[in-house]
């Protein structure tokens, strides 16, 4: 039995846990600045400068597409300049990318802006966060991944009223730079001193990149194991982001503007609930079986809200809906840990995260097409609730049970899983 099984991961002594804190910080500001933060942008950018909201949106999902580009190449990265230098690039291009928004005056500047952003998402996005925590953690890691990835939920939470509040007593500019310099001030020294590769894990840290990653990138494409993970995750998240856009627009007609927006604070309040609870217990749990179950209470929450008028339940719906949206990037490594393995890691997260984010993209689109043919939002959310229950039924397949495609005979021993 290797050292690292005697770890006791549960006590708050052991380093792992400041780990956590620092990849908590990474996922509250990247995905409050990369993610939550681009409403504010847009608003901001239009009223500072007069341009279009198309250009802007346009911007964004030219973002997410290099985004889901460049995190193909995580681990390529972590082998070649490692984990604290890629985690202070991408600190750096998000910290350039946030002052150059509040700074710039023409419109190539705001697609520079944006793509630094995306490096920012891969030096400081969910693979190197999934990766690095799965070095640290074997026991206890679905609830450090949930602890750290929190982080997300609360970026959105606090950030972006801060973000609105600042910009409206000192101007945008002012705001986006006073945050850009809080990001540094609290992220920096935590990366420098917390975040490292266990020395007595080594077997869970990435493979070296070159020959070996292509290699093992080109196994995963061919594993069965690999596609009905990811191809659920895609799915499910595609119908996610699909509701999430459109939700307040199909509320306010039927509960009115504050109603709307009390519901999308619920549901996100309900995110870091879920996140935690499935935390607590998550280790214990089958992933496969618990992200089908998430799945299917999405699909529920929203066949009663279709069928409903009543304030309450539509609210209540949303909670329930809110319960399981966090978690759909919870699951994705702790999947690949107990079938793929460490080996391939690093790798297996980079391109799940790259598929699941070019498919879910087009979820606002699909649901705003669907939406224009109909008339309303019944087909539309009803296409939705079809496609968790295809998603939840996919998750639930195991070919190659317990025959990690990637993993190596000792590693197998060690987590059989």
Same mark, same amino acid.
């Given at each position: 039995?290797i050292?690292?099984?005697?770890?006791?991961?549960?006590?708050l002594?052991?380093r792992?846990?400041?780990?956590?804190?620092a990849?908590?910080?990474?996922a509250?500001?990247?995905?409050?600045?990369?993610?939550?933060?681009?409403?504010?942008?847009l608003?901001e #950018?239009?009223r500072?400068?007069g341009?279009?909201?198309?250009?802007?949106?346009?911007?964004?999902?030219?973002?997410?597409?290099?985004?889901? @580009?460049?995190?193909?190449f995580?681990?390529d990265?972590?082998?070649?300049?490692?984990?604290?230098?890629?985690? #202070?690039?991408?600190l750096t291009?998000?910290g350039?990318s946030? !002052?150059?928004?509040?700074l710039?005056?023409?419109?190539w500047q705001?697609?520079?802006?944006?793509?630094?952003?995306?490096v920012g998402w891969t030096?400081?996005g =969910?693979?190197? $966060?999934?990766t690095?925590?799965? +070095?640290?953690f074997?026991?206890?890691?679905?609830?450090?991944?949930?602890?750290?990835?929190?982080?997300?939920?609360?970026?959105? $939470?606090?950030?972006?009223?801060?973000?609105?509040?600042?910009? =409206? =007593?000192?101007?945008?500019r002012?705001?986006?730079?006073?945050?850009?310099?809080?990001?540094?001030?609290l992220?920096?020294?935590?990366v420098?001193v917390f975040?490292?590769?266990?020395?007595?894990?080594?077997?869970?840290s990435?493979?070296p990149?070159?020959?070996a !990653?292509?290699?093992?990138?080109?196994? &995963?494409?061919?594993?069965?194991?690999?596609?009905?993970m990811?191809l659920?995750?895609?799915?499910?998240?595609? !119908?996610?982001?699909?509701?999430i856009?459109?939700?307040?627009?199909?509320l306010?007609? &039927?509960?009115?503007?504050?109603?709307?927006?009390?519901?999308?604070?619920i549901?996100?309040?309900?995110?870091v609930v879920?996140r935690?609870?499935?935390?607590?217990?998550?280790?214990?749990?089958? *992933?496969?079986?618990?992200c089908?179950?998430?799945?299917?209470?999405q699909?529920?929450a929203?066949?009663?809200?279709?069928?409903?008028?009543? *304030?309450? @339940? &539509?609210?209540?719906?949303?909670?329930?809906?809110g319960?399981?949206?966090?978690n759909?990037?919870?699951?994705?490594?702790?999947?690949?840990?107990?079938?793929?393995? =460490?080996? !391939?890691?690093?790798a297996a997260?980079?391109?799940?995260?790259s $598929?699941?984010?070019?498919?879910?993209?087009?979820g606002?689109?699909?649901v705003?097409?669907?939406?224009? +043919?109909?008339?309303?939002?019944?087909t539309?959310?009803?296409?939705?609730?079809v496609?968790?229950? @295809?998603?939840?039924?996919?998750?639930?397949?195991? *070919?190659?049970?317990?025959?990690g495609?990637?993993?190596? *005979?000792?590693?197998?021993?060690?987590?059989?899983?």
């Amino acid at each position: 039995m290797i050292a690292a099984t005697r770890v006791d991961e549960s006590s708050l002594h052991y380093r792992g846990w400041r780990v956590v804190l620092a990849c908590f910080l990474m996922a509250f500001f990247m995905f409050g600045f990369g993610l939550y933060g681009q409403g504010v942008y847009l608003a901001e #950018l239009q009223r500072a400068h007069g341009w279009p909201g198309t250009m802007v949106s346009a911007a964004s999902t030219f973002s997410f597409l290099l985004t889901s @580009v460049l995190v193909i190449f995580t681990d390529d990265l972590l082998a070649r300049i490692g984990l604290r230098a890629l985690i #202070l690039c991408g600190l750096t291009a998000l910290g350039a990318s946030t !002052a150059l928004l509040g700074l710039m005056q023409a419109p190539w500047q705001l697609y520079l802006a944006y793509a630094l952003m995306s490096v920012g998402w891969t030096g400081m996005g =969910s693979v190197v $966060i999934a990766t690095v925590l799965n +070095a640290w953690f074997e026991r206890r890691r679905g609830l450090a991944l949930s602890l750290a990835f929190n982080g997300a939920t609360c970026g959105g $939470i606090i950030l972006v009223p801060v973000l609105l509040a600042l910009s =409206s =007593s000192i101007g945008f500019r002012s705001a986006m730079l006073a945050a850009t310099i809080v990001m540094g001030v609290l992220v920096l020294p935590v990366v420098l001193v917390f975040t490292s590769w266990r020395v007595d894990a080594t077997s869970n840290s990435p493979a070296p990149g070159g020959k070996a !990653a292509r290699h093992s990138r080109k196994k &995963l494409l061919a594993s069965a194991s690999f596609w009905t993970m990811v191809l659920p995750i895609a799915i499910a998240l595609l !119908a996610q982001m699909g509701f999430i856009i459109h939700q307040v627009t199909f509320l306010e007609p &039927l509960i009115g503007r504050a109603s709307a927006g009390l519901a999308v604070t619920i549901m996100a309040a309900m995110a870091v609930v879920g996140r935690l609870t499935l935390g607590l217990f998550v280790d214990r749990l089958d *992933p496969r079986l618990a992200c089908a179950a998430s799945m299917t209470s999405q699909a529920a929450a929203l066949l009663v809200l279709l069928q409903s008028q009543s *304030p309450t @339940v &539509l609210l209540i719906c949303c909670a329930v809906y809110g319960f399981s949206i966090g978690n759909m990037i919870t699951f994705p490594p702790l999947i690949i840990q107990r079938e793929i393995g =460490s080996t !391939a890691f690093a790798a297996a997260m980079g391109l799940g995260t790259s $598929i699941s984010g070019i498919v879910s993209a087009f979820g606002p689109g699909v649901v705003g097409l669907v939406r224009s +043919a109909s008339g309303d939002y019944t087909t539309a959310f009803a296409m939705c609730v079809v496609l968790d229950v @295809v998603a939840a039924g996919i998750v639930l397949w195991r *070919p190659g049970r317990r025959r990690g495609v990637l993993r190596s *005979p000792d590693e197998a021993q060690r987590n059989p899983g």
